[in-house]
DNA sequence: CGGCACCTACCTACTGATAGGTAGTCCACT
DNA sequence: AGTGGACTACCTATCAGTAGGTAGGTGCCG
């Protein structure tokens, strides 16, 4: 992503140049903010400072808060939807697929681009939520949930994986570990710490390579 | 706990009357409503209408927001040290005592008594939170980290737990995927994926006994 | 024993700041 | 000429927090 720096005409303060429209970059800013502390920890007031605009141009883009988290967690969950088609594509190899996927949060959590899934931050305060937001957080997991099971069950047909339950089972077991490894991480501010949990719950999948590799 | 209802002079409406004095109160109030929407999802006025009090009274108690909620966090980590020691009077065996952990959340999330444990919810939104807020949460973390350590450390000893790396590591293994585990339960809203989940993260840990039993 | 000092626990009334949101205007570009 | 995208100005509600006061209890001193 480009960022760029410059002054506002009206207050000397530092700007976020995103790349993109407006509403495009709203909506990456509020994916920010919600990762660093929720959908009741931004405001659009916040938004409005960041690339310099007035609060009510907001609403211009997205009438109320509810439509704004709720475009953010939408444009979240397609774009997961076209890495996947990416990954498949660049990679039949299931234990592949698994390692991108870790991988990527690995660097975003290292670089502190992406220090935890959007949707993990808003799952935490669920019972709080308008329904709408709500409602799309769900359908994350259950994407994520079908997606891993999918992975699973293809690695072990593959033969490079060996689980010891069922694909539905160690999909959950998978998605529990990697959510709580990004909770632990933050929690102890390591970023070493995801990788290490992350590693050995792979370990556990993977079915070792004959020794010439 | 003892629930009452009861009809405030000035209002119609529920009051909830927790057991203990005021201060007490309100530090039960805040942790049940930070486990439902975090930090920023409960203010003053919403404790006020739970318990019939005016907000200013509960500055009174508390003087401000930070203080409150640090007090929610610390009574919870001398809680759990008060359970830990209870635990360990009770039983010396260290799979009864990870059990025992494990079936507290069991029991809290099938309930709704404690869906979430509250130092996770704020940990999701750590950076935005006060710095006296996340010390005291990341102390938590700490200290439950410290204890499982011991009980794996402990457990390995006696012969009815085997870990396949050093109990730092499944210390962190085990709070992570407990952790994740809570999240994927309240994303899906099935109380039963915790307890899933943390069955087969025990089933890894534990040695088979012999099958006389 | 009376009376005063001090305390806790609450109250009313209020503050400045900020929340999300609205109405209406202006302007540049097609 | 219409439209999108920004603006100014404003709204009401709520936020955390403050000022100042009251009722009732406790303890101490004379």
Redesign the interface.
Known sequence: MAIGLYLTYQEVGLVIAAQGNTAEKLVDGARQLIM???Y??FSYADLAQRYGIRKPSIHHHFPSKVDLVVAVVEQGRARIREQIAALEDSSPAAMDQLRMYTGYWERCIKDQSA??CL???L???????PDQIATA??GH??DLAEWLRNVLALGTHQGTMRL??SPE?EA??F???????M??A????DPD?FA??VE??IS?IRVAEPQGR
Request: net charge neutral.
């Open positions: 660093l502390g929720g009741n920890g220090p935890f949707a993990g931050v799952a935490a305060e669920l019972p709080s939520l957080v769900r997991f259950a010891e339950t089972m959950e077991n998605m529990a570990a990697v959510y709580g490894a909770l632990v933050r929690a102890f501010d710490r290490s949990i050995s719950l556990r």
